[in-house]
């Protein structure tokens, strides 16, 4: 791209990228928006809707010398194009010469508005896309003032079709530019929609089962440039004029990805500001313009009725409703019985500002464990050594590049990066997936790889020579590397095998290169840096301490041995969004803010730290869990409580060395970002936002900034070995899932599955067992799910493969031995 | 003079047998003996012309494709989807060897690995023979590996479209047979060109008509071959007579040497029931109509000439309509194919077909205004030139060009001032 070449837009020069599309030039240097409903600046051009036809022409070179040719004013001659040319799929050349502003150009426009909206219903008024509607945008800037076609000779036809669970389609609005459809096709890789039929009866449909199968329909919703797609949950919610855009950060996985919440003062919530949809925000560094179906749909916990809105202490035994006041007054009490043996837990999402005030009450007490939950994935440590270096963009990888995915299942964990890694195999990366099982990645893979669960370190040490040679010698390598099939030490065996890996093949410590690791939650880089560590939570399960202080963390609904541990901590301060079994057991049960309701920060997996802004109305009397620990750190004397979140992150700048300039004024920096997508111009990208809340900023690695590391030694960890009869019991993620921070998105309940195990015919086949048959599967000789049997090949044999949150009863978080049994 | 249906003067040169008893397949081992590229100089020379409709020249076509590419297809377009063509079809049937030797020269001549000869759906009878043919011509070692010793290899295969009009347009042909939905591709690249192509290898599509043309040009030389026909419209053309003539049917003969009058009097037997001649579509629906006045009846059949009268030959399907054809009624018609066949892709065409139709239903109807007229005028108008393909451009032709030559056929179904004959 380094190349310029020369181009005229409109008499003006313009120098430009060589091999570079003319309508995204045209935007960014002559902030010249040339029309278009089928072109996407991420898609490839398809010519389709002729609403880009520009006059378009070459300046003329003498064959023999290479000179222009001059007219007779002395200006450079330009050969013409007979017909007007679409812009979309010109690939800008030296000597291109354009014009937009023509009666030509002006006359085209025109009628292709006018031939849309002959078919189109006009339906504005009704439609969910009304006010940020390309069409109806387009058709102000371009259209004829009136219609020359008779409205009794409309065709007419369904309006509310779904394609699946959560994706309706209005026949009658769909004007036909297959963005959709191309969406699905070119950058997921779910090619589930379809044309049916042609000419004007030309109709998007869905070819899968269950409807619009995969995890990114909500995206196609943004990118239709006319009310056709709609969400089942914001359609006729609201009006997008009524609704006020807040930054914020998906809670729920590694990717971080901007999203916009879009409030509203709603009846339905009381009259207090409500997140009526989930919107993408632009970042090219995290998620584009893309987000996933359960980043989409997954808001409604934060408005459950079952959230925690009183502040509860036992009184007589019994958990009680009191102020806050007495709950601080009650909680400091009970810290200071404990004579400092205090320890505290925190979940995967809770925020960078809660963990730092909360280590701060810890280490106030005297210090005490810190244990980062679920203690299921190491290496943390090792990420902010050997992380993708600092300034990497997955978007930027492709030809001579590599990326090795190893003991992860993306597609279900960190639904993003699946998407940008697929398509960076697309732009000709090298990728090579590892696992014990087929994944959903080994379809855009150039090779994978298989091994026994367990043995991922050991696989990644003895990768075959000619992958491990591929890998070593392209331009970039980023290792992805999981915990499936792992215990903790087998993941941290895994997590140094892979440094390793990077180091000797010098692929650290520059973007687009080094480690990453798709941590369960949204903050789990963010546990590391506020010292928080799951061999700590190992500590504290072995060693329970006295008093114990649980924030976001639901342990029993994690872990079915927990409670044999817990039993075991004399007093535990639970701080929660709802009332779980942690809570029921607690001397205290706080009830805190979800993400939503107020300011704060996470780390994502590539240690991007991102502000999300408060956006909601509080539930109850819960309060950010920062503002509770801050004042009982007052209470204990440990000085003033800090009064905002932005104060606390300065704080956090002040003591945290990897945080140091990470203001919150710095976090929200933007940049022109490109393609030149939000705004205004939802022509051009769709309804996807422009970035107003911050880029964040990343965090460099030691190898970035030179420092030495440290990768420790491999210790390849004993797996559990089944006997005869039994099986290896893998837990493995689900995205759509019964979590209690995904169950009460009700309409995501058809596609959340029944609970499953799968089981590998030949074993099987033994058990005599067929899919669908239900069973009883049971590990480490006393946990019992009854689920019901996939027999499909999912699962090596000798291994069951039991998705995570799908049965009502806990399983165990990391692969045990047991048995399977027809019920 | 026969140079395609030479089953007019050889009985069952459908077989194999009785085909290379005639020298079948002389051209096809001459071709072999000659280097590639003198194949397509000698075919540029001879001027042969797509016979598809666009006129194209073949040896130009050919010479696009880029020598360095180890892939490469030739793909035979047996659609035949415009109204009103019959002809590939009876060369198929009757005298499918010259199609394959033709094929097979020209995928020689570029050096392709596989010939794909996409037939439309209806044609799955002929689809069966031609398999049976080419299996013949195998055993005879004309395809497949090495042949006749030359080191080089090539497949022939035949393909069934879906029933679409579309896909005779060459980039949704290809399309349907990568078993895509069948719409016009984006070009450039350009089917001869690397991305362009069939499975985005370098890719000659050419029609049934044009191939079969090839042998005797090779046999016999392009200087023999130019001897026939005019300078510009060289060898010879099968016209496909239809609709109001006595003895419709296909026609071969020289280009230039017999004119319309001479055609539809002399040989498709004149018109029925004594009356008289009012229109002719020379292409089908999808060149412009002309009305049959003496100085078009007595255009000799050419490129050139027919384009002198604002109209094309095209595949020279053509449809001859008397005088109680209503042209409203016909250019209805002809509207309701193309919406029929629009692919949607464009929104021009998509949209235009489907408006003029409903303005056109109301005309006849007769509740149309005349200012419907000059809508269905403009709409046809504004469809031209701005499509990906050729369709947008043809399914404007019935409205424009039967409204230029018959405006009083329109004025009598809008109550409209009636216009002086000549207008």
Sequence with gaps: ?823 | MNIIFREKDIPNIREFDVYVKHDGYKAFEKALRMKPIDVINEVKASNLRGRGGAGFPTGVKWSFIPQSEPIKYVVVNADESETGTFKDRQIMENNPHQLIEGALIAAWAIQATAVYIYLRGEFWDIAHALDKHIEDARQAGYVGENIKGSGWSCEVYTHLGAGAYICGEESALLNSLEGKLGQPRVRPPFPAQKGGGLYSEPTVVNNVETLANVPFIIMNGADEYKKIGTEQSTGTKIFCVSGHVNNPGNFEFPMGEITFRQLIFDHAGGIPDGKQIKAILPSGGSGPIVPATDEILDTPLTYEDLQKHGTILGSASIIILDETVDITWAASKMTKFFKHESCGKCTPCREGTYWLDKVLDRILRGEGKPSDVDLINNIAANMQGVTLCALGDFAANPILATIKHFPNDFMAHVGGELKAAGD
């Design chain 1, 1 to 823: 791209m380094s190349d310029k070449v020369k181009i005229i837009i409109d008499d003006i020069e313009y120098e430009v990228p060589a091999g570079s599309n003319l309508v995204d030039m045209a935007k960014w240097y002559a902030d010249n928006d040339i029309p278009v409903f089928c072109y996407h600046p991420k898609m490839e051009p398809v010519g389709m809707c002729r609403m880009c036809l520009v006059e378009q022409g070459s300046i003329v070179k003498d064959r023999e010398t290479g000179e222009v040719v001059l007219d007779e004013n002395g200006n450079p001659q330009v050969r013409w194009f007979p017909k007007l040319q679409t812009a979309c799929t010109q690939i800008v050349h030296d000597g291109m010469v354009i014009r937009t502003n023509t009666e030509a150009v002006k006359a085209a426009r025109e009628n292709v508005v006018e031939f849309l909206l002959t078919s189109h219903p006009l339906d504005c008024p009704i439609c969910d896309k009304g006010g940020e509607c390309p069409l109806q945008n387009l058709t102000m800037a371009h259209g004829p003032g009136t219609s020359r076609m008779n409205y009794d000779d409309k065709m007419h036809l369904d309006k509310h079709v779904p394609l699946g669970d959560l994706i309706f389609l209005d026949e009658e609005r769909c004007i036909q530019c297959a963005r959709c459809i191309r969406f699905q096709d070119e950058i997921v890789g779910d090619d589930v929609l379809a044309f049916h039929e042609r000419g004007r009866k030309l109709q998007i449909i869905t070819n899968s089962d269950p409807g619009f199968d995969t995890y990114f329909s909500g995206n196609t919703t943004d990118i239709c440039p006319v009310g056709a797609l709609t969400t089942a949950d914001f359609r006729f919610g609201a009006r997008p004029w009524e609704l006020t855009e807040v930054p914020s950060i998906c809670p729920h996985d590694a990717a971080g990805s901007n999203i916009s919440l879009s409030v509203r003062l709603d009846r339905d919530f009381g009259g207090r500001a409500m997140i009526k949809r989930v919107m993408p925000r632009q970042n090219e560094y995290v998620n584009e313009i893309w987000i996933s179906d359960k980043t989409r749909f997954g808001h409604h916990f934060t408005r459950s009725e079952d959230r925690l809105k009183k502040p509860m202490i036992k009184k007589g035994g019994v958990l009680t409703e009191a102020t806050w006041d007495e709950a601080i007054r009650f909680v400091v009490d009970a810290l200071k019985a404990a004579d400092g043996s205090v320890a505290a837990i925190a979940g995967s999402s809770t925020p960078n500002e809660d963990l730092w005030t909360l280590r701060k009450l810890v280490e106030g007490l005297g210090g005490g464990l810190l244990g980062a939950w679920t203690p299921t994935h190491a290496g943390a440590d090792l990420v902010a050594q050997v992380g993708v270096g600092k300034g990497t963009n997955l978007g930027d990888l492709g030809q001579g590049d590599a990326v090795l995915i190893i003991a992860t299942d993306l597609e279900e964990e960190v639904p993003i990066w699946r998407l940008r890694l697929k398509q960076a195999a697309d732009r000709g990366a090298y990728l090579v997936v590892a696992n014990a099982r087929k994944t959903r990645m080994d379809d855009f893979a150039s090779d994978t790889v298989r091994y026994d669960y367990g043995q991922a370190a050991h696989a990644m040490q003895n990768l075959d020579a000619a992958i491990a040679k591929k890998l070593k010698e392209a331009n970039n390598l980023i290792i992805v590397a999981g915990a499936e099939g792992l215990t903790l030490d087998g993941s941290r065996a895994l997590m140094q095998a892979a440094a390793n890996f990077l180091i000797e093949s010098g692929h650290i410590g520059k973007p687009n290169n080094g480690l990453l690791s798709p941590f369960p939650g949204a903050n789990g880089m963010g546990l590391h840096y506020m010292g928080f560590s799951p061999e700590a939570t190992l500590q504290i399960m072995q060693n329970p301490p006295k008093l114990l202080i649980v924030n976001q963390a639901e342990l029993l609904a994690d872990d079915p041995f927990a409670a044999e541990w817990l039993n075991k901590v004399e007093t535990i301060i639970s701080l929660n969004l709802f009332p779980d079994a942690v809570s029921n057991m607690a001397a205290a049960a706080l009830p805190i803010q979800s993400f939503a309701e107020r300011d704060g920060t996470f780390t994502n997996g590539e240690r991007r730290v991102q502000r999300f802004y408060m956006a909601q109305g509080p539930m109850g009397e819960a309060l950010p869990a920062w503002q509770v620990f801050s004042q009982l750190s007052e209470a204990l004397g440990q000085g003033h409580a800090k009064l905002s979140a932005a104060a606390v992150m300065k704080e956090i700048t002040e003591n945290v060395e990897a945080f140091a300039g990470m203001r919150y004024k710095e976090l929200a920096r933007v940049e022109r970002q490109f393609p030149d997508v939000g705004g205004e111009d939802l022509y051009y990208g769709g309804t996807a936002y422009q970035n107003k809340g911050g880029l964040g900023v990343q965090i460099e690695t030691s190898a970035d900034k030179g420092e030495a590391v440290s990768v420790g030694e491999v210790k390849l960890p004993d797996s559990p070995k089944p006997k005869k009869g039994q099986v290896l019991v893998v837990p493995v993620a689900q995205l759509f899932n019964r979590q209690s921070t995904f169950k009460p998105s009700v309409l995501v309940h058809p596609r959340v599955p029944q609970p499953y195990v799968e089981i590998n015919s030949k074993d099987a086949a033994r058990m005599n067992i067929k899919t669908g048959d239900l069973v009883e599967v049971m590990m480490a000789d006393q946990i019992r799910v009854t689920v019901q049997a996939h027999v499909n090949g999912g699962a090596p044999e000798g291994a069951a493969v039991l998705p995570r949150y799908l049965t009502d009863e806990a399983t165990p978080m990391v692969l045990t031995v047991g048995e399977i049994k027809k019920v």
